[in-house]
Each structure stands twice: as structure tokens, then as C-alpha cells.
């Protein structure tokens, strides 16, 4: 796993090894930023479910101005550390031991951009959603990957699901808030 673009173009980054993880194949996640290419640039990111932390590292390479990283696991957590120090982005980086639901309910500046990527039919990626939505700044983009077999809800709080792309058995769906009509 490696950084594809930016400042840390090319650099590798640490995972955790076995069946509790699932990181992002790197043609999705090459995908995802190419969803979102010119929406990085000084943007605050949000990758819930950090797990090693490539989608906030791949962003803050991109130019995103702080990533927040967020995942229960206190080996993931020691991971997406490690990642952050051999990057050098410390200062542009936060990093949360805790449950996600825990995490969304505490008061926070808005995010422009963010990351899903729950363990599978786990449902944690629904009940993250409408949380995510509140933490979410309105010209925000909210990105969830999840397996072609899971449906996922039209909206979630004011953002509506746009488009889904697919990658061999991964969905990249988008959410996204729509702007208010113009009288």
C-alpha cells in the first residue's frame, strides 16, 4: 500500500496484517481521488474508520489542509500514528481512539470531505451516515465504500446519495448536499 499523488507520491504506508482489516485496493482508492480531484485543496477530512489511514493520508498529500482520523481499534490507531510520523504530517493531522457513533456526536468544526469505510455488513455504515450528515459542511462531499450487496439509503440527513461507481465488488457511492434553489 503507497501513496499515489502529492508531496508523499510513492511513499509506502504500514497495515495492519490479517482478517480484521480491509484496506482499500489501491485502484479504488486511485478511483475515489479521482472522484475528487479538484475538491482536496485546503479542505478539512474526516476518514472514520481510519484502519491505516491511507484515505486521509492520500488526501493530506493531495494538499487537504488537516485530516482527522477516527477508528476504535487501539492497533489501528497505533498504525495510523506510525503512518502520519513516517509521512511527517503531524501537524496537519488528529488522530481519535473511539467509537465512531462517540466520536459524531461531540461538537466539531465542520468537515468538507469524508471517508466511510466500516467493516461490511457490520451496519455500522448506516447508523454512520445520518451522524456524518451533521458533521458534514454544507458544500461537503461524503464518500462510503461498501460491497455491490449492500444497499445504501437515498439520503442521509440533508445530503442525498448521488452517484455509485463500481469496482469489481466494491461500491464508491457519493453524497452529496444539494444547493438551495434560487428564487
Given at each position: 500500500?503507497?501513496?499515489?499523488?502529492?508531496?508523499?507520491?510513492?511513499?509506502?504506508?504500514?497495515?495492519?496484517?490479517?482478517?480484521?482489516?480491509?484496506?482499500?485496493?489501491?485502484?479504488?482508492?486511485?478511483?475515489?481521488?479521482?472522484?475528487?480531484?479538484?475538491?482536496?485543496?485546503?479542505?478539512?477530512?474526516?476518514?472514520?474508520?481510519?484502519?491505516?489511514?491511507?484515505?486521509?493520508?492520500?488526501?493530506?498529500?493531495?494538499?487537504?489542509?488537516?485530516?482527522?482520523?477516527?477508528?476504535?481499534?487501539?492497533?489501528?490507531?497505533?498504525?495510523?500514528?506510525?503512518?502520519?510520523?513516517?509521512?511527517?504530517?503531524?501537524?496537519?493531522?488528529?488522530?481519535?481512539?473511539?467509537?465512531?457513533?462517540?466520536?459524531?456526536?461531540?461538537?466539531?468544526?465542520?468537515?468538507?470531505?469524508?471517508?466511510?469505510?466500516?467493516?461490511?455488513?457490520?451496519?455500522?455504515?448506516?447508523?454512520?451516515?445520518?451522524?456524518?450528515?451533521?458533521?458534514?459542511?454544507?458544500?461537503?462531499?461524503?464518500?462510503?465504500?461498501?460491497?455491490?450487496?449492500?444497499?445504501?439509503?437515498?439520503?442521509?440527513?440533508?445530503?442525498?446519495?448521488?452517484?455509485?461507481?463500481?469496482?469489481?465488488k466494491i461500491y464508491l457511492t457519493v453524497y452529496r448536499r444539494p444547493e438551495p434553489e434560487q428564487v
Open positions: 500500500m503507497r501513496i499515489i499523488a502529492g508531496e508523499a507520491r510513492g511513499r509506502r504506508l504500514e497495515t495492519r496484517e490479517g482478517m480484521d482489516v480491509r484496506p482499500t485496493p489501491e485502484r479504488v482508492k486511485e478511483a475515489l481521488f479521482n472522484i475528487l480531484q479538484f475538491q482536496i485543496e485546503g479542505r478539512r477530512v474526516l476518514d472514520l474508520f481510519a484502519g491505516s489511514g491511507q484515505l486521509g493520508l492520500e488526501a493530506l498529500s493531495r494538499g487537504a489542509a488537516e485530516a482527522v482520523f477516527v477508528d476504535e481499534s487501539r492497533a489501528s490507531m497505533a498504525v495510523v500514528q506510525r503512518n502520519i510520523a513516517s509521512l511527517h504530517m503531524e501537524s496537519r493531522s488528529k488522530i481519535f481512539q473511539m467509537d465512531f457513533a462517540s466520536f459524531l456526536m461531540r461538537r466539531h468544526t465542520p468537515f468538507d470531505i469524508v471517508f466511510l469505510d466500516p467493516p461490511y455488513r457490520s451496519g455500522m455504515l448506516e447508523k454512520a451516515l445520518p451522524l456524518v450528515a451533521e458533521v458534514t459542511s454544507p458544500g461537503g462531499t461524503i464518500i462510503a465504500e461498501h460491497p455491490t450487496d449492500e444497499e445504501l439509503p437515498e439520503t442521509a440527513g440533508a445530503f442525498q446519495k448521488g452517484r455509485s461507481y463500481r469496482y469489481g
